[in-house]
């Protein structure tokens, strides 16, 4: 648990955040899980985000991932449990996510709106990814101003084989509709050094170098005043809007409670193996199919 006690962050146990030098530095922090995304860490983070926008010394924001992962997906043993929600209270019954699907709708766009503060906060974010940035994951980067990856980073979305489709969607406005098909079609990874190539990442280093690498950017980012800062992020982020990017987010929400509910062979196949034999065999006969899972691009 850190002991950080501030206006928006209260003594957060699944995320750290650390400043210096006007940089916010905020981390998943569940290593022994891959980092992989449950409600009190999705909410830790977005507090994070607003507790960076809000202090007057902070100017830019790096978020990012401890241990071997940046982030490897949404937590599927809790998001097959119900995502951890509570469906009655005393007296009261509530919506159950997967059931019905208005139900679904709801339960992902509360979960979207922990995503979609990126993006709506005044101040600059970065995401430095190394190792797994899969599934959920790329829900939380793609929203980032800047993805700046390790060489042999891996992303991609492999919950698209027989899970759902991604509930917050950048994918078109980074790398355009083939690759965004190429890639969600198939849920296949592609390396950092390959995203660059078409859009998904701005820049990749070598993996020892990308500590350093996304240091320097963002001391270079955060030299400059915050109001310049959210000037430029919003008219960018205001030209993405007349994209329709918001709209897309809302739709992206519906589809995936749309996807949630399939009753294909795949789908139904992964929720049995859920349920009678766990997390590892459920990923090992979805994505056995796919071989090492990688797109290369030529």
């Known amino acids: 648990m850190s002991e950080y006690r501030g206006k928006w962050l209260y003594e957060p ?22 980092n992989s995304l449950n409600g009190q860490m999705l909410k830790e983070m977005r507090d994070a985000l607003l507790e960076a926008d809000d202090r007057l010394d902070i100017n830019a924001i790096v978020l990012c991932g401890a241990g071997k992962d940046f982030c ?9 449990e119900g995502r951890g929600e509570k469906t009655e209270l005393g007296n009261y019954q509530y919506r159950q996510a997967g059931q019905r699907f208005d139900d ?42 800047l993805v700046i990856m390790a060489d042999d980073a891996r992303i991609g979305f492999p919950a698209t ?6 509930p917050a969607h950048m994918w078109i406005y980074h790398c355009g509709p083939q690759w965004a098909k190429r890639m969600l079609f198939t849920g296949d990874k592609m ?8 859009g998904l990442a701005l820049e990749s280093w070598p993996a020892e170098e990308l500590d350093e690498a996304v240091t320097l950017l963002a001391r270079r980012v955060a030299a400059v005043d915050q109001e310049l800062l959210a000037a430029h ?16 987010q809302r739709l992206a929400a519906e589809v ?5 509910l399939a009753t294909g062979p795949r789908r139904m196949q992964f929720k049995s193996d859920m349920k ?9 006969n979805r994505d056995a199919p796919f071989g090492d899972g990688f797109v290369r691009v030529r």
């Open 161 to 166: 084989r027989a899970n759902g489709s991604p």
């Open 191 to 198: 390396s950092g050094a390959d995203a660059v190539k078409i």
């Open 233 to 248: 992020k919003r008219i960018v982020n205001l030209a993405l809007e007349q994209m329709g990017a918001n709209t897309i």
């Open 13 to 34: 146990q699944q995320i750290l955040f650390d400043v210096e030098d006007a940089v916010a530095t905020i981390t998943f922090n569940r290593p022994d899980k891959r």
């Open 72 to 80: 490897a997906g949404y937590d599927l043993e809790q998001a097959y």
């Open 104 to 145: 679904d709708c709801f339960s992902m766009e509360r979960t979207q709106e922990n995503a979609l503060v990126i993006p709506a906060i005044h101040k600059p974010v970065i995401a430095k990814v190394h190792g797994n940035c899969l599934a959920g994951g790329t829900d939380i980067a793609l929203q980032c101003d």
């Open 276 to 284: 009678e034999h766990g997390l590892k065999t459920a990923l090992t």
């Open 256 to 260: 995936d409670a749309r996807a949630h």
